[in-house]
């Protein structure tokens, strides 16, 4: 079934009318506060991002086999032509990050078109600012060579906690560094609006966020006078992320910061903004979480609860990691790899008697399904990389040094097992 979405004045034919600045919030207001009047390119571009981020969310995925969405989008632009010559490549970048099949359509709007944006030849870093260990330490490590640096963050309507997150880690890095770091924080959101309606029940996976945060952030860095290159700090786990076992692969497996989807949109953003030196540039591609915090100042470590990890912060009492989710699994065996043990987490799965559970239960689930997945890469030699190649096909990546990756994972397992085998329960497990 494909689901049909306008973006834009009218609501044609569509399964779904999304209007800016009616149900859909772009960002254009705090754009402009901060660097005055939009251009029509920049106006087109945020509508486009925050169409299809809102578009993710507002169609949720079935189960199983109906997991893949089908979305056709059509959107109202001045600059029709720019579009249209990104179009295809468009659609397989939303492809990749997704896993979704996308339609992109594109309706002329009159207006002044872009013909040519002007970009500055200043020297600096713009940083995508999520609240997370990867970019606090990207920050930090900018912030410690005396690179001038802008942190872009980008929030949904009332989610607080992450804004907090994100606040207080800015903040931090404030005081340790007596330094004014400037932080634009962009709100995108759907919403319902007078006639203008909008999904209570909204998908949670937010494939697409990236696709938008690369859109604002890209736009913040032309502003502000820099020349070409744009930081996605994540560590490889997570940049690479191949999936933990076969019933993870395709869309139940995040492709946010897949290697192919950077290069795609470094590809589309040089095209759409008129700058063929543009780059996205992810400094820890081939480091692992433990890597990437171990570049913290040991003063910056001990203050680490203030940024966070988990997807589900927001919904749990005391606003607490869960403690048994992906994401921190592999906080915390960073953190404690390089020593800081935090009281952080809604549950203590590493204490925790895990062959109690039964085998739905995600606590279980997520940490055997990890277990397995590093016991893979204990050792990774010319014998077995061949075998690891063929169970892992994600790594033939044009985008990837396959040695590297491999490397990385190795390294990935042998982090992971010396945080481990200090905890009796999970060696049970592990036998």
């Known amino acids: 079934m494909i689901t049909k979405i306008k973006v834009g004045g009218s609501s044609l034919s569509s399964d779904f009318h999304i209007s800016p600045g009616q149900n859909?919030?772009?960002?254009?207001?705090?754009?402009?506060?901060?660097?005055?009047?939009?251009?029509?390119?920049?106006?087109?571009?945020?509508?486009?991002?925050?169409?299809?981020?809102a578009s993710d969310l507002a169609v949720?995925?079935?189960?199983?086999?109906h997991y893949v969405r089908n979305i056709e989008l059509t959107v109202d632009v001045i600059n029709y032509h720019a579009f249209e010559r990104i179009r295809e490549k468009l659609e397989y970048?939303?492809?990749?990050?997704?896993?979704?099949?996308?339609?992109?359509?594109?309706?002329?709007?009159k207006g002044d078109s872009v013909?040519?944006?002007?970009?500055?030849?200043?020297?600096g870093a713009v940083l995508l600012f999520s609240g997370g260990i990867d970019s606090m330490c990207a920050a930090a490590d900018f912030l410690e060579r005396n690179i001038p640096l802008v942190l872009v963050s980008h929030n949904t309507q009332g989610?607080?906690?992450?804004?907090?997150?994100?606040?207080?880690?800015?903040?931090?890095?404030?005081?340790?560094?007596?330094k004014n770091i400037k932080h634009i924080h962009l709100k995108v959101f759907g919403r319902k609006h007078g006639e203008y309606d909008f999904p209570e029940e909204r998908e949670n996976t937010q494939r697409t966020r990236s696709f938008l945060f690369l859109s604002l952030a890209a736009l913040v860095t032309r502003r502000f006078g820099y020349n070409k290159v744009l930081f996605m700090a994540e560590n490889g786990q997570f940049a690479i992320h191949l999936p933990l076992n076969q019933a993870r692969v395709g869309p139940f497996s995040t492709h946010t910061a897949d290697p192919e989807f950077v290069e795609l949109m470094q590809d589309i953003l040089r095209t759409l903004l008129s700058n063929p030196d543009f780059q996205i540039f992810n400094p820890y591609l081939y480091k692992t979480k433990a890597e990437v915090f171990a570049i913290l100042p040991k003063k910056l470590q001990k203050e680490v609860y203030v940024s966070a990890s988990c997807w589900m912060i927001s919904r749990i009492p005391g606003n607490k990691h869960c403690g048994y989710c992906i994401p921190c699994i592999t906080r915390r065996i960073a953190l404690e790899y390089n020593d800081i043990n935090l009281n952080e987490y809604a549950h203590d799965i590493f204490r925790m008697d895990i062959e109690s559970l039964n085998e739905d239960d995600d606590k279980k689930r997520n940490l055997v399904d990890y277990l397995e997945f590093v016991s893979k890469f204990k050792k990774v030699t010319n014998i077995n990389k061949n075998e690891l190649m063929m169970e892992f096909p994600e790594l033939y990546n044009s985008a990837l040094d396959r040695d590297s990756a491999?490397?990385?994972?190795?390294?990935?397992?042998?982090?992971?097992?010396?945080?481990?085998?200090?905890?009796?329960q999970i060696q049970k497990i592990i036998g």
């Open 115 to 123: 013909s040519n944006l002007e970009w500055g030849n200043k020297e």
């Open 24 to 53: 859909l919030y772009t960002g254009i207001k705090p754009f402009e506060e901060e660097f005055g009047s939009a251009n029509s390119l920049e106006n087109d571009l945020l509508n486009l991002a925050s169409g299809i981020y």
């Open 93 to 109: 970048a939303l492809f990749v990050v997704s896993r979704d099949n996308w339609t992109l359509k594109f309706t002329p709007l």
């Open 60 to 65: 949720r995925r079935d189960e199983r086999e």
């Open 406 to 424: 491999l490397k990385l994972y190795e390294r990935v397992a042998k982090q992971s097992f010396h945080v481990l085998k200090k905890y009796p």
């Open 159 to 178: 989610n607080k906690i992450i804004d907090e997150c994100q606040e207080n880690v800015h903040s931090l890095l404030v005081s340790y560094y007596k």
